[in-house]
């Protein structure tokens, strides 16, 4: 989905379209029935929600992660709030979130959160966020249970740290 932290409505605005123009199973249902089509359906990658703080709470954010005080981190993560206020993934699930930031490190390392950027206009903050995520909806009374959610710190050639996720369907 679209990147950077203030683009959250275009963020939200990419999971309608891809609901929308998405043409998979039945081709009798109308386009946005596309989530209740499958048993199972599972949305994963890389989201892009940021935790929407501001830039000047940088330090603050990385002291956090490193005291691995990430409820307080989360009550500010744009897809919880968009979730919570039912604007974009409705009625997935996530099972509970209980590793670092999955973003921006700095490339061959987990120790150093990147988060500040030169550009042509200046600095950009790319705030420590959980950007990758793994999300699923069921049918009702279906049986999906999620048995680790995580992230890697042995894959350290992006400024991601790639998210798994392993279910008992």
Known sequence: LTSGSEKKLRR????????????????????F?????????F??????YRVELPSQEADNIV???????????LTKDQLIMEKNTK????QFGE??????PSYRYER???????YIKQKATGLKYNLPSWCD?????????VHVMCQSYGCTTDIVTSDHSPVFATFEV
Do not use: A, C, M
């Not at 939200?12 to 009798?28: P, S, T």
């Not at 029935?33 to 359906?41: A, E, G, Y």
């Not at 956090?64 to 981190?73: A, D, M, S, V, W």
């Open 12 to 31: 939200n605005q990419n999971y309608v379209n891809i609901l929308r123009f998405l043409n998979l199973g039945d081709k009798k249902l109308s386009p």
């Open 33 to 41: 029935d596309i989530t209740n089509r499958f048993t199972h359906l």
């Open 43 to 48: 949305w994963l990658g890389d989201l892009n």
């Open 63 to 73: 002291e956090k992660i490193k005291q691995q005080q990430y409820q307080e981190l």
């Open 87 to 90: 604007k974009v993934f409705l």
């Open 95 to 100: 099972e509970e979130i209980t590793f670092p």
């Open 108 to 114: 061959d390392t987990r120790d150093i959160y990147n």
């Open 133 to 141: 995520r793994v999300l699923w909806k069921s049918y009702p009374n």
